[in-house]
Each structure stands twice: as structure tokens, then as C-alpha cells.
């Protein structure tokens, strides 16, 4: 049975799916595991140039409830950059796909409900 976190976790993700979709993005994955490291979503960002999108995104989803901490994606530190980039790696690596573009996102989500904040905080870190 999933803990409370896993299911906010879930939920926040699915938030951020819907999100990026509707911004023209392709999700490509979700949940992508590598030893430690979780990425939450990789997508494709919308391209008319290229027939299959453009950059490669891996993203990250933060959410917080309230806004008495500090913000979301404050909670994406030094380490969990390192994890997210040796995992963004290990995908690149699995598919062959070294030469694609990529960046890395940060979505962050504040509030519930009909009081729901998202922000996508593009290219938030480099690997």
C-alpha cells in the first residue's frame, strides 16, 4: 500500500503531466528509476521543426500544500541534482540518445484545490 507522500507524490505528477501536455508537450515517461535517483516525467518539448519534438525535458515535481515553507523547488538541492543528473544520463545512455538535447525543469506546484499555483521554472539547472 502507497504512503500518504507517495500518493501526494502521484497526484502532483499527474498535475504536471496535464500541464505540460496541455502546453503542447509529449510525456515520455514517468517515473523513471536509476539506482537512487527517480525522474518524475520526461517529455518532449513541442517543436514544429522536428517531427518527433525537441528537446528531451526530464523533470522534477515539487508540491507544497502551503506556502509557509520554502518554495518548491527550493527542495531541489545540490544532491538531488546529481541523482537526477546521473539518471538523465543512464536514460540517454539506455536509448542511445546521447546527441539529443535535453535540459532539466523544475515544476513547481503550491496550494490545493481551486487554490493551485503552478510554475515551470524551464532549463532550471544544467547537467
Known amino acids: 500500500m502507497p504512503s500518504s507522500k ?13 500541464y505540460l501536455e496541455q502546453s503542447g508537450y509529449r510525456i515520455l515517461e514517468r517515473n523513471y528509476r536509476y539506482l537512487k535517483a527517480e525522474i518524475d516525467l520526461i517529455a518532449r518539448q513541442p517543436s514544429d521543426d522536428d517531427k518527433r519534438g525537441g528537446e528531451l ?8 500544500r502551503g506556502d509557509s515553507f520554502a518554495a518548491p523547488e527550493a527542495a531541489v538541492n ?19 540518445w546521447q546527441s539529443v538535447p535535453c535540459r532539466f525543469d523544475v515544476i513547481s506546484i503550491v496550494g490545493a ?13 544544467t547537467g
Open 6 to 18: 507517495q500518493v501526494k507524490g502521484t497526484a502532483g505528477e499527474s498535475i504536471a503531466a496535464r
Open 57 to 64: 525535458v526530464f523533470v522534477e515535481v515539487k508540491w507544497r
Open 78 to 96: 545540490a544532491t538531488k541534482r546529481r541523482h537526477l543528473i546521473r539518471a538523465a544520463e543512464a536514460f540517454l545512455f539506455q536509448r542511445s
Open 113 to 125: 484545490g481551486s487554490t493551485l499555483q503552478i510554475e515551470h521554472l524551464e532549463a532550471a539547472f
